[in-house]
T-cell receptor, first 113, second 111 residues
Framework: NAGVTQTPKFRVLKTGQSMTLLCAQD?????MYWYRQDPGMGLRLIHY???????AKGEVPDGYNVSRLKKQNFLLGLESAAPSQTSVYFC????????????FGPGTRLTVL | GQSLEQPSEVTAVEGAIVQINCTYQ??????LSWYQQHDGGAPTFLSY????GLEETGRFSSFLSRSDSYGYLLLQELQMKDSASYFC????????????FGAGTQVVVTP
């Protein structure tokens, strides 16, 4: 049981490049989330999904897109990376009825030059 | 906008007790969660208070007063491994499916 996994662990991009971060969970959770974490700012929700094929905007969605084609996967896309998107990105998942308890992946450290 | 307030840093010695407060201005929320995050690691769930009162889990306890929009995490018999950041998070009544996190409190445990 791997829990929540994220790919890649580290990435360096140049401004304007695009990339996709992959999140996978094997706990059959309904809900999945993408957060970014910047120093002194805690966890900020980018987008989330309450089920396969559905997504919703969080607190800081601009510049990001997401897709959830399969229940176990949640993809985060950056179409045109900007230095302001340099951050650590965490994916999380939870059961629908108990989303107060979220299970986090190990994170992806992204640097945009 | 809505926000949670918690102290940025707390320092204490091994064996001591630390209380991390979390306050929130809102018309209503379901409950309060606490997460722990070690440097370079992923946040991990510690506790959830759905009802007012004290919940105890080993050395850690969490308290909630919904009428006061206030809660705290109590760390007892501090150990060096408790050095980490601790985040409170609220489950709001007007935003199903998501949590709002505080900025975190860094706890530094010294010998």
């Amino acid at each position: 049981n791997a829990g929540v996994t994220q790919t890649p662990k580290f990435r360096v991009l140049k401004t304007g490049q695009s990339m996709t971060l992959l999140c996978a969970q094997d706990m059959n959770h309904e809900y999945m989330y993408w957060y970014r974490q910047d120093p002194g700012m805690g966890l900020r929700l980018i987008h989330y999904s309450v089920g396969e094929g559905t997504t919703a905007k969080g607190e800081v969605p601009d510049g990001y897109n997401v897709s959830r084609l399969k229940k176990q996967n949640f993809l985060l896309g950056l179409e045109s990376a900007a230095p302001s998107q340099t951050s650590v990105y965490f994916c999380a998942s939870s059961y629908a009825g108990s989303y107060n308890e979220q299970f986090f992946g190990p994170g992806t450290r992204l640097t945009v030059l | 906008g809505q926000s949670l307030e918690q102290p940025s840093e707390v320092t204490a010695v091994e064996g001591a007790i630390v209380q991390i407060n979390c306050t929130y201005q809102t018309s209503g929320f379901y409950g309060l969660s606490w997460y722990q995050q070690h440097d370079g690691g992923a946040p991990t769930f510690l506790s959830y208070n759905a009802l007012d009162g004290l919940e105890e889990t080993g050395r850690f306890s969490s308290f909630l007063s919904r009428s006061d929009s206030y809660g705290y995490l109590l760390l007892q018999e501090l150990q060096m491994k408790d050095s980490a950041s601790y985040f409170c998070a609220v489950r709001l009544t007007d935003s199903w499916g998501k949590l709002q996190f505080g900025a975190g409190t860094q706890v530094v445990v010294t010998p």
